[in-house]
């Protein structure tokens, strides 16, 4: 009775409207005795952005229909109308009527839409983020719904920000320009930042207050730490409240729990926060019974569990342990195939303080690899990607084959090494054991761009280059490859010249292909190289004087099975012609050099990104020789008399360069906490001789010291950054007998070591860029001999700086550093230094 009422006052308000309207047809309306009618034709106007089919469906009226008025099936369907929350106004009208058809019209008034919107109170930087949260867009039709929604996606947003007195305010304006269209004012009154005075725990008898205000990582009060934020946000508070219990359950009591907590208003911008625990008793391990495992005895599984007889009982750890650690019980049952493993433990006996564990173990079956998809390289060629895969179809899934397909990705360097792992997809299919696997990954651009300057034998080098590391040279004659260049075979091409105007030149171009025959990992490399200085004066031009390299090498590389399958073998072949004519700058001042050598290293890397290593290490042992020819070609070698025209020149001395040279360098990576990373570096080098009688080569030898940018090297030294210190001034100062009559002072080192320390932190590690900051110790020193090398006779620095990697320039920094040790050569040249840093560090 009640809702025949109800829909009887809401037709007696609407049935006015119906008899108001221009071209309304007057419906004699008898309630003592209703009338039935079909409805010929329903249609809608006034509407002008919607879909007018869409809304009369939503009145329930359709041509056909048969109605009855005076009744409630007008009320009904404006009802539901209003409900849309779309109109500002909703009629329905008899528009004619003939016997008992009946055609109706529905008046609707569309509610204003969005023109444009502002923001009052707001930084710039927040009015950014509060569109990329709003996203509001010009036409929306402005609701209430919509507008509480605004209102409150911003209040959540400047209350995750610590202001949790925010009010907002949205004004509505009629727009003049476009009809029916609002402008909103959106007025945002932050109010001081809310921040916490104390917080304060009741039950804690096992540990003091100050001891869990640590358990928290994002909920601090205000103290000395100026790295604790005090700000208050729910969502931080909420996960820290289950880290304080966490830290009990990892402590051994398994019943601890928070009874209540409080938070209340201190002032308007301070808040306290009171915890009510209840601790419990502390637990311990008694006995661990394994069941279920076949594969692996109960001793290997208690090895790698690393939990014992009265032991806190840590249900933390052992979750770890059985499922997540790098050496859990599941990370090795995964690795002899067991994708589907899993292991439940169940506490069968609590008595007194002691918990007996069972682990319940269900294998299941080997799983084996169905297939294996690539997705997301728009650039790289898929064969290149499969050929680094260590999963392949039909193989026996192992974890760790997962985890080096990532790492072998990630030194490609062609795509984004932070996405890799995030970007793996598993399909597994447990009735049938088999597995499919998808790689998903996120290409960069690694091209790069060199235009640099640097000084380096007292003059200026401007150098420009072009390297391509994703080159394809099968696709050159493919027209439709040049985009700019062809791509996609992880091939490397390397273009450089440098000058520093009439002077000096130098050029330079080589090519890697990484997978010789693309069977097997083994690389091959070429490269060519021209240099030439015309004269020894910066200021008068002599065509007739100058200095000339030419060389050029080829190279074989290797990645081995054993010991591991992070090792390198690589081996080459060079040679290098030194012309020098009328060269006053040189041990020689004209003749012929020629550097015929063979090198080999042993190389390992299982870093996990090429350009930020959160882990494992470089490390690399080289030789390099040229065949001892004093040793077996007879000739006299002794110092030549000028006097009595005997013993042997340098001129002639040099003709065959001959030498050996051994190298070591290592870095280790090793992540602190999360993203802080120490780098320990060690490195040293040796340049020896055959015969003493023929002495150290004047070429190959080291300078040490400064930013470690070579400028210019025209005599095949080898260029040692040492930072805190200036440019080669490590390098020590020695006396050379040309003959038995004159000498000359040399500056080149024969035996250097180096050692660093760094703490690197990144700002951001995107394709676009990567950017971090770091702090280092840094130790090294040069000899001339190795009579006189002493590792611990070093000079010391330490200092900070700041790297970015943009794809297309490769790496740059800037150091500041400091020298804590006098050099008696070079006075003065250690204390306050910056260095440039251009490229990947080698040194």
Do not use: C
Not at 194 to 212: A, C, H, S
Request: without cysteine; positive net charge.
């Amino acid at each position: 009775m009640q809702r025949r009422a109800f829909f009887l006052l809401l037709f007696i308000l609407f049935a006015g409207k119906i008899v108001a309207q221009d071209q309304t047809v007057d419906v004699e309306l008898n309630y003592e005795s209703p009338k039935k009618y079909v409805v010929e034709n329903i249609s809608i106007e006034g509407v002008k952005y919607l879909d007018p089919d869409l809304y009369i469906g939503v009145t329930g009226i359709a041509k056909g229909d048969t109605v009855t008025l005076p009744g409630d099936v007008f009320a009904r369907a404006v009802k539901k109308l209003w409900e849309q929350d779309l109109f500002g106004d909703v009629k329905i009208r008899v528009a004619k009527v003939e016997g008992d058809k009946i055609w109706l019209k529905v008046d609707l008034l569309e509610k204003p839409r969005l023109y444009n919107w502002d923001f009052k109170g707001a930084k710039k930087s927040e009015v950014t983020d509060l569109n990329d949260k709003l996203k509001l867009k010009r036409g929306t039709t402005i609701t209430e719904f919509m507008l509480s929604t605004t209102k409150d996606l911003i209040k959540k947003y400047y209350i995750n920000k610590g202001y949790l007195n925010v009010d907002v305010n949205i004004t509505q304006k009629p727009d003049t320009v476009v009809q029916n269209t609002e402008h909103l004012l959106i007025a945002i009154n932050k109010n001081k930042k809310v921040k916490i005075k104390d917080i304060v725990f009741d039950g804690n008898n096992n540990y003091t207050d100050e001891r869990l205000r640590r358990v928290f990582k994002k909920t601090h009060r205000r103290d000395w730490n100026i790295f604790n934020v005090s700000k208050f946000i729910k969502s931080d508070y909420e996960n820290d409240k289950k880290e304080l219990v966490s830290f009990y359950e990892q402590k051994g009591y398994r019943d601890a729990k928070i009874v209540n907590d409080s938070v209340y208003k201190v002032s308007d911008d301070r808040i306290g926060i009171t915890i009510r625990l209840e601790e419990g008793h502390r637990y311990y391990f008694r006995s661990i019974n394994w069941i279920g495992n076949t594969k692996n005895t109960a001793e290997e599984l208690n090895t790698l569990l690393k939990i014992k007889k009265g032991d806190y009982y840590d249900k933390v750890a052992l979750d770890k342990r059985l499922n997540t650690d790098e050496e859990s019980v599941a990370n090795i049952y995964q690795n002899q195939g067991y994708l589907f493993f899993n292991a439940t433990p169940i506490e069968v006996k609590v008595e007194n303080d002691s918990v007996d564990i069972e682990i319940r173990v269900n294998e299941g079956k080997p799983a084996t690899i169905s297939y294996v998809k690539i997705a997301g390289n728009d650039r790289t060629n898929e064969h290149v990607i499969r050929r680094e895969l260590q999963t392949k179809p039909g193989d026996l899934y192992r974890r760790d084959n997962i985890v080096n397909t990532i790492r072998y990705l990630g030194q490609l360097g062609h795509f984004d090494a932070e996405k890799l792992g995030e970007g793996i997809q598993m399909d597994p299919n447990q009735q049938e054991s088999t597995v499919g696997i998808t790689y998903t990954v996120s290409e960069k651009s690694n091209d790069q761009l060199e235009l640099s300057g640097g000084w380096g034998g007292n003059m200026f080098v401007g150098s420009i280059g072009l390297r391509f590391n994703n080159f394809s040279a099968r696709r050159i004659f493919d027209k439709g490859a040049w985009r700019p260049i062809p791509t996609g075979d992880s091939q490397s091409l390397s273009l450089r010249a440098q000058t520093n105007g009439s002077y000096y030149k130098a050029f330079s171009a080589s090519f890697t292909e990484p997978w010789l025959g693309g069977k097997k990992p083994q690389s091959f490399s070429v490269s060519l190289y021209y240099q030439v200085m015309n004269n020894s004066s910066y200021y008068y031009q002599a065509g007739d004087e100058y200095f000339k390299v030419i060389g050029g090498s080829i190279g074989l590389g290797r990645r081995l099975n054993w010991p591991d399958n992070w090792f390198t073998l690589s081996t080459a072949i060079s040679a290098e012609v030194y012309n020098l004519k009328d060269w006053n700058g040189f041990i020689i001042s004209n003749g012929t050099s020629t550097n015929l050598n063979f090198s080999t290293a042993l190389s390992r890397n299982s870093t996990n990104n090429p350009i930020y290593p959160r882990g494992g290490s470089e490390v690399s042992l080289s030789l390099k020789a040229t065949f001892p020819y004093s040793l077996v070609n007879g000739k006299d070698y002794s110092l030549y008399n000028e006097e009595t025209k005997t013993g042997m020149t340098d001129k002639e001395r040099y003709r065959w360069v001959e030498y050996y040279k051994v190298g070591f360098k290592g870095t280790f990576y090793q992540s602190i906490f999360k993203d802080l990373v120490l780098a320990v570096k060690g490195q040293f080098g040796y340049l020896g001789m055959y015969n003493s009688k023929v002495g150290y080569s004047p070429f190959e030898n080291y300078v040490v010291g400064g930013d470690g940018l070579s400028g210019y090297a025209m005599y095949g030294t080898e260029t040692i950054g040492l930072r805190g210190y200036e440019n080669e001034k490590v390098t020590p100062v020695y006396v050379y007998r040309k003959s038995v009559q004159s000498t000359t002072i040399l500056n080149k080192a024969n035996v250097y070591d180096k050692f660093s320390a760094e703490l690197r932190y990144p700002i951001t590690l995107t394709p676009q860029s990567s950017i971090y900051v770091l702090g280092f110790f840094e130790a090294g020193n040069a000899w001339q001999d190795i009579k006189s090398f002493n590792p611990f006779q070093v000079v010391r620095s330490a200092g900070v700086g700041a790297r970015i990697f943009l794809p297309m320039i490769g790496m740059l920094g800037i150091d500041w550093a400091y020298g804590f040790d006098d050099i008696p050569h070079a006075p003065g040249s250690g204390g306050s230094n910056f260095h440039f840093v251009i490229g990947m560090p080698t040194n």
